[in-house]
Nanobody, 116 residues
């Protein structure tokens, strides 16, 4: 059993910053990918950023230049630093952990609201 615990969401004004954290626990294959996805009402859940255990990073175009992902392989944690937030960033953000073709785990989601 794998569990992902997220923190750091909240309400922030446009131009502000938030730092999302996620910690995974359980039996976890050391070669894996951790990342963040977001889902706005009525829309698909989409990748924001991810990083595999070798350090390879993928960002959504909307995140490039504003967001930064980092992780600690030993602690099974991943952090998303979000700067210059815009109202369009408002969504539920989900932490994700996966490896192989059959192991895929999600956090419960944390709300990020960007509004003045």
């Amino acid at each position: 059993q794998v569990q992902l615990e997220e923190s750091g969401g909240g309400l922030v004004e446009p131009g502000g910053s938030l730092r999302l954290s996620c910690a995974a626990s359980g039996i976890i294959f050391s070669i894996n990918t951790m990342g963040w996805y977001r889902q706005a009402p009525g829309k698909q859940r989409l990748l924001v950023a991810r990083m595999d255990s070798a350090g390879t990073v993928t960002y959504a175009d909307s995140a490039k230049g504003r967001f930064a992902i980092s992780r600690d392989n030993a602690k099974n944690t991943v952090v998303l630093q979000m700067n210059s937030l815009e109202p369009e960033d408002t969504a539920v953000y989900y932490c994700n952990l996966h490896w192989g073709d059959r192991s895929n785990f999600w956090g419960q989601g944390t709300q990020v609201t960007v509004s003045s």
